[in-house]
């Protein structure tokens, strides 16, 4: 049984930061590529920022690209999304997808900016 869990949601401040986790546990031999979305309401589910198993490629919506870095602990089966610069607009449940063959989804994280 496989898991992935999210954690570092919370309220910030507009320019605050914020830092999030993934953590993936269960029988997985190897993570090929780990991504985080964010659906805000009434939004649809959007792609993040995306990261190759190597953690040599990066990729980013245009939204938010300069202010939010991913990067991933293969060893600890851990993503990160470390999210700078916050604007309201960022306000979304954040969500972990970890891809093994198949895909597998966290629970989600709620990110709220505001003053």
């Known amino acids: 049984q496989v898991q992935v869990v999210e954690s570092g949601g919370g309220s910030v401040q507009p320019g605050g930061s914020l830092r999030l986790s993934c953590v993936v546990s269960g029988n997985i031999f190897t993570i090929y590529g780990m991504m985080w979305y964010r659906q805000a309401p009434g939004k649809e589910r959007e792609l993040v920022a995306g990261i190759t198993s190597a953690g040599d490629s990066t990729s980013y919506a245009d939204s938010v690209k300069g202010r939010f870095t991913i990067s991933r602990d293969n060893a600890k089966k851990m993503l990160y999304l470390q999210m700078n610069s916050l604007k309201p607009e960022d306000t979304a449940v954040y969500y972990c997808?970890?891809?093994?063959?198949?895909?597998?989804w966290g629970q989600g994280t709620q990110v709220t900016v505001s003053s």
């Open positions: 997808r970890a891809l093994a063959g198949l895909s597998y």
